[in-house]
């Protein structure tokens, strides 16, 4: 005998029931769908999706703390800079200090020497063996003995020198126009030598004038008379009177090798 059929029988064969359907409405939720998670597990996982890059969540006390050093210390560099800048731009010019003056090197080429050699001459007395043989590039080529009266009458002074002498030094090139003719006396104080070549009236442009120091005293003076025809150097050692003629430009060269 057949049973009853069920009115709401279809006829089609009803779903299998899953597994997880049967914990859902075991849970009171809805078959076919999973549970909601729990508060703590959402914010758990809201918290690990916020630790990625930092974008749109909250940096962590330490990562903040580093930021606000590193801004910090920009900050000071940029004010130091400006701090600097500022003391610089008025700072007042520093005053260049005078440098000496460096002298440069002084080359000197060796001293002339004669290129003949001095003649035999008087070296009888003590003034005559004091007169240098040769000086520089001169040598002596010739003395004579002048005549004491004829040379007080000549300069028109009173008393007459003691010794007169005129010496002749050349260079050897046999032109007389470079020749230094020395006229020399010996007088009995240097006041009559004083005397005796301020009388010759020498002429010409005084080019140098000093005084003749002899022992750290002065014993006379020196003067260089300048001419287009040469020059003329007149002076007294004590009581020694020279007058020396010679080429333009050489007197005082000359003088400051004779050495007397």
Known sequence: MNAPADPTDTGATPPTERPA??????????????PEASGGAAAAASGAM??????????????????????????LVVVLGVVLTIVLLNRPAAELE???????????????????????????TALLAALPDAVLKWAVSAQTVDDPAAVAAAAGVTG????????????????????????????RTPEAAAAYVAA??????????????????????????????????AWNNGATAFVAITPVGAGGTFYDAFGM
């Open 50 to 75: 916020g630790s990625g890059d930092g974008s749109g969540s909250t940096a962590s006390p330490a990562v903040i703390r580093r930021r606000r050093i590193v801004l910090a210390l920009v900050a």
């Open 160 to 187: 007459q020198p003691l010794e007169a002498y005129t010496l002749t030094y050349s260079d050897g090139s046999g032109d007389a126009t470079t020749d230094v003719a020395v006229a020399v006396t010996q007088w």
């Open 200 to 233: 010759l009236g020498l002429e010409g442009t005084v080019s140098r004038e000093e005084p003749v120091v002899v022992a750290g005293q002065q014993a006379g003076t020196m003067r260089i008379l300048s001419s287009e025809t040469g020059e003329r150097v």
């Open 21 to 34: 359907d049967r914990r859902a409405r075991a849970s009171g939720g809805s078959p076919g769908r999973a």
């Open 98 to 124: 005078a440098l000496e003056p460096v002298p440069g090197e002084t080359i000197t080429g060796p001293t002339p020497t004669p290129v003949v050699a001095p003649v035999e001459r008087d070296k009888s």
